[in-house]
């Protein structure tokens, strides 16, 4: 299952559950303004606890 379907499932089960990508290839979707609709965040792999901390509070600001 790839990580387009996960967030197409989340979605659709509850529309405000915020989606977080964890990818290798975010640096790369990022420079090329690609970004999945259904997903509300792009986290490159490898990250930090740091930026997950960071990551997690943006998403859990934009959707309370």
Known sequence: MNGDYVASAVKKA???VPVIMLTGFGAMMEFSGEQPDLVDLIVSKSFTMDELTE???KVGAAHP
């Open 14 to 16: 509850d529309p405000d």
């Open 55 to 57: 990551a997690l509070s």
